[in-house]
């Protein structure tokens, strides 16, 4: 068997062992983020450390385990922290809690990050909903033999953020008065932040905000079919926009500020993509 699918078998069955909850929608919790799941009624947590092979985050701000339960009475399971393939893993295994979360039974994948700024017309704090990414930065999760079991070897990418998503988003903004803007994110591998040639570099290919997460995440979750939407906190303005060095705890302390308003964004959303 493919090693890589084996892994996800395994670790399928590590978290069976300890709970059959079925989620709908899976979520990722980015940087300085973590506190939404506050608002899950929580029916089982699994730490990362205990499903077998599992990576585990070692990034300050990410806690480093599933929870599972309900949003009002939308069955999900959320990443209270992710792992970067900055921190070393094979990006196979970045990408693995993806595959397991939509191995467990979720169709639809909301994904959230904090992120640099750099079109003109963000300001620190901004939110962003994704319409599209580019990828060419960090490598692609896909390469190796094809799993049949869970995509096809060329997937479309033509899509990948689902419009229908991007709706609800954009109408939860509008009922709740929180502007959102929208715009293309791109995944550069880190850990150190870009330099003012490399974001002026992403500004001329049409990028409006960077990270380091997030692309690989949907490509992997393309591949499996879900649904996916994403939304970014712009946290700081990129290296050379921003006058000032940039700094992990400037990003988190951002996150945390941003984090009521978000919330709100994010559990009406989850309701509202519930009921399709
Ligand atoms: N660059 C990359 N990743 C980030 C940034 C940034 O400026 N801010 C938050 N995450």
């Not at 990034?59 to 070393?88: A, N, T």
């Not at 700094?247 to 500020?257: F, G, L, N, R, S």
Request: aromatic residues 8%.
């Amino acid at each position: 068997m493919n090693p890589v699918f084996e892994k996800l078998q395994n670790c399928y069955e590590s978290v069976r062992k300890k709970t059959d909850f079925v989620p709908k929608v899976a979520i990722v919790l980015g940087s300085g983020l973590g506190k939404f799941a506050d608002e899950i009624d929580v029916v089982e947590k699994v730490s990362y450390t205990e499903i077998e092979g599992f990576p585990t985050s070692t990034v300050p701000g990410h806690e480093g385990r599933f929870v599972f339960g309900y949003i009002d009475k939308v069955p999900v399971v959320c990443m209270q922290g992710r792992v970067h393939y900055y921190e070393g893993y094979p990006i196979t295994d970045v990408v693995l809690p993806i595959r397991l979360m939509a191995k467990l039974g979720a169709e639809y994948l909301f994904l959230t990050n904090a992120s640099g700024g750099i079109n003109r017309d963000f300001k620190a704090g901004d939110f962003m909903m994704l319409t599209d990414h580019v990828s060419v930065f960090a490598p692609n999760p896909l390469i190796g033999p094809n799993i049949d079991e869970i995509g096809t070897r060329f997937p479309d990418m033509s899509s990948v953020y689902n419009p229908i998503l991007q709706d609800i988003i954009m109408s939860v903004a509008d009922d709740f008065d929180i502007s959102i803007q929208k715009g293309v994110y791109a995944q550069l591998t880190g850990p150190s932040f870009e330099s003012p040639a490399e974001i002026r570099m992403l500004s001329k290919l049409g990028v409006d905000a960077v990270g380091m997460s997030t692309v690989v995440e949907a490509i992997a979750a393309n591949h499996m079919g879900m649904k996916i939407c994403a939304i970014s906190c712009v946290c700081n303005l990129a290296a050379g926009i921003c006058e000032t060095p940039l700094t992990h705890d400037e990003v988190q302390e951002a996150a945390a500020k941003a984090a009521p308003l978000f919330k709100q964004i994010l559990r009406e959303s989850i309701i509202r993509i519930g009921a399709l």
